[in-house]
């Protein structure tokens, strides 16, 4: 995708995905600017040392649950990267509502300023909890996927277009699983949930650079899903914390055994390409384009999840990952 003399907004835009979306997009493109728009003043001030210097970069204060303080965001952005999100599962089952507020409302409100202020493009990142959810996150960031791929209709003669982004767990991302591994190897002891799980696995980097491409080759309503790695936990363990003894605590509330991407039911609505499938909106008439009908749907049935991912990384692989995360 090409910035270049474009206004770049991202929502969330001080968290991991966000200060790496960034970093990257300064250094390997050319945009005319990048708005950070997030509600912690400390990220902020601290993300700003960061990138002091640099006169393509603002900072916004402002929460995606305010739709006033979004309009005022967006005035002159050409494309916007959807990163807010509350994600911590066990919070989100105590504190419902305020996931609620966040990942459903905020979405909207996106949705609405966006058409509005005339953007041309918004992708938004998704999560595999959003593939049939069990817990409270997973059905918040399914209902924010189909609101952004009903926001395509919603525009109407508005050229806003939205998208979707879904990937799975993110190497070196805050509340990842490494850091706690490495504290607990200091007891001698990792807890483990299951030896049996599983779950994908993605760098910040190439989650950045779906996005680029997400933004290059949409044309509205897709769900994009990178073809990536799946990896084991007890693997994941021994890598980071070896030598340790695994105690085996139990799958937590609202967690699951294995991930999936592309769920079997959404199979029938589902092409592959070289790099990923692109899940297409069941309900699309905002255009006629059918450009994705060139390449092959995915067999009835088909499952994409991470137990029976034929592309599964071993102690030697995983442990190149997590040096350079």
Same mark, same amino acid.
């Given at each position: !995708?090409?910035?270049?003399?474009?206004?770049?907004?991202?929502?969330?835009? =001080?968290?991991? &995905?966000?200060?790496?979306?960034?970093?990257?997009?300064?250094?390997?493109?050319?945009?005319?600017?990048?708005?950070?728009?997030?509600?912690?003043?400390?990220?902020?001030?601290?993300? !700003?040392?960061?990138?002091?210097?640099?006169?393509?970069?603002?900072?916004?204060?402002?929460?995606v649950?305010?739709? @006033?303080?979004?309009?005022?965001?967006?005035?002159?952005?050409?494309?916007?990267?959807?990163?807010?999100? +509350?994600? @911590?599962?066990?919070?989100?089952?105590?504190?419902?509502?305020? +996931?609620?507020?966040? %990942?459903?409302?905020g979405?909207?409100?996106?949705?609405?300023?966006?058409?509005?202020?005339?953007?041309?493009?918004?992708?938004?990142l998704?999560?595999?909890?959003?593939? %049939?959810?069990? %817990?409270?996150?997973?059905?918040?960031?399914l209902c924010?996927?189909?609101?952004?791929v009903?926001?395509?209709?919603?525009?109407?003669?508005h #050229?806003?277009?939205?998208?979707?982004?879904r990937?799975?767990?993110?190497?070196?991302?805050?509340?990842?699983?490494? #850091? &706690?591994?490495?504290? !607990?190897?200091?007891?001698?002891?990792?807890?483990?949930?299951?030896p049996? !799980?599983?779950? &994908?696995?993605? =760098?910040?980097?190439?989650?950045?650079? +779906?996005?680029?491409?997400? &933004?290059?080759?949409?044309?509205?309503?897709?769900?994009?899903?990178?073809?990536?790695?799946s990896? %084991?936990?007890?693997d994941?363990? $021994?890598?980071?914390?070896?030598?340790?003894?695994? @105690? =085996?605590?139990?799958?937590?509330?609202? $967690?699951k055994?294995?991930?999936?991407?592309?769920?079997?039911?959404?199979?029938?609505? =589902?092409?592959?390409?070289?790099?990923?499938?692109?899940?297409?909106?069941?309900?699309?008439?905002?255009?006629?384009?059918d450009s994705?009908?060139?390449?092959?749907?995915?067999?009835?049935?088909?499952?994409?999840s991470?137990?029976?991912?034929?592309?599964?990384?071993?102690?030697?692989? +995983?442990?190149?990952?997590? $040096?350079?995360?």
């Amino acid at each position: !995708m090409d910035f270049s003399g474009k206004t770049v907004l991202v929502t969330g835009g =001080t968290g991991s &995905f966000g200060r790496r979306f960034a970093r990257l997009t300064l250094e390997r493109q050319s945009p005319q600017k990048l708005i950070v728009f997030s509600r912690d003043e400390l990220k902020q001030s601290e993300m !700003m040392e960061d990138f002091a210097g640099d006169p393509r970069i603002r900072f916004f204060l402002g929460d995606v649950r305010d739709q @006033q303080r979004l309009r005022r965001a967006l005035d002159g952005v050409d494309y916007v990267v959807h990163a807010a999100a +509350l994600k @911590q599962v066990p919070t989100g089952e105590y504190n419902p509502i305020e +996931l609620i507020r966040t %990942n459903i409302m905020g979405a909207a409100h996106l949705i609405d300023a966006a058409i509005d202020k005339g953007v041309s493009k918004v992708v938004a990142l998704s999560t595999d909890k959003a593939a %049939n959810p069990i %817990n409270l996150y997973g059905a918040t960031k399914l209902c924010s996927d189909k609101l952004f791929v009903a926001g395509n209709s919603y525009a109407g003669a508005h #050229p806003t277009r939205f998208c979707v982004v879904r990937y799975g767990n993110v190497v070196g991302s805050r509340g990842s699983v490494i #850091p &706690f591994f490495r504290k !607990m190897s200091k007891t001698g002891t990792v807890p483990i949930t299951d030896p049996r !799980m599983t779950r &994908f696995w993605i =760098t910040l980097d190439h989650g950045v650079e +779906l996005v680029w491409k997400a &933004f290059e080759v949409m044309h509205g309503g897709e769900t994009f899903v990178p073809k990536i790695p799946s990896m %084991n936990v007890v693997d994941l363990a $021994e890598v980071v914390a070896p030598g340790c003894r695994h @105690q =085996t605590v139990g799958v937590r509330p609202g $967690e699951k055994l294995h991930e999936v991407m592309v769920p079997a039911d959404e199979a029938r609505n =589902t092409v592959e390409t070289e790099d990923m499938y692109v899940i297409l909106p069941a309900f699309k008439a905002w255009d006629g384009d059918d450009s994705w009908a060139a390449y092959p749907k995915v067999p009835d049935g088909f499952c994409y999840s991470s137990d029976s991912n034929p592309w599964k990384l071993g102690r030697e692989e +995983l442990a190149h990952m997590v $040096e350079r995360s």
